[in-house]
């Protein structure tokens, strides 16, 4: 993976998180939003809407804001609505998150059933491991 890949930024509370050793918001199907500490997977289970990116928010600068962090371009995923094997490119169905997470989706069908019950496709979360 590239060294964008191996980082990004706490929807949550804005830090910088490794994707080797953060907290993980694991979602059903496999995708995971990488979280600075406990609190912030218990904040963003318990109202995930208020860590979106708004239409009045803006995103991360260029060019990042374009691909997202971590950059997953390339890496194959599972839609953790339909299950469905997804690539995830520019094109991609995704909702995107404050500080440029993002949960990528198979259609926009699937992100609207996000957009209007998010915490029934999210699994658990997965604390780091001691290194």
């Given amino acids: ?51 979106w990116l708004s239409p009045h928010e803006s995103p991360l600068p260029m060019p990042d804001g374009m691909r997202g962090l971590p950059d997953f371009r390339g890496k194959a995923f599972q839609c953790p609505r339909s299950g469905e094997n997804i690539t995830v490119d520019m094109k991609t169905p995704r909702v995107v998150h404050r500080h440029g997470q993002s949960v990528y989706f198979c259609c926009f069908g699937c992100v609207t059933a996000f957009w209007m019950d998010p915490t029934s496709l999210i699994a658990n979360v997965t604390a780091p491991t001691a290194r």
């Fill in 1 to 51: 993976m590239n060294g964008a890949a191996q980082w990004g930024y706490c929807p949550v509370t804005g830090k910088n998180v490794s994707v080797a050793s953060a907290f993980q918001v694991n979602f059903i199907n496999g995708q995971k939003l990488y979280v600075a500490d406990a609190a912030a997977a218990a904040a963003y289970r318990a109202a995930p809407q208020a860590f």
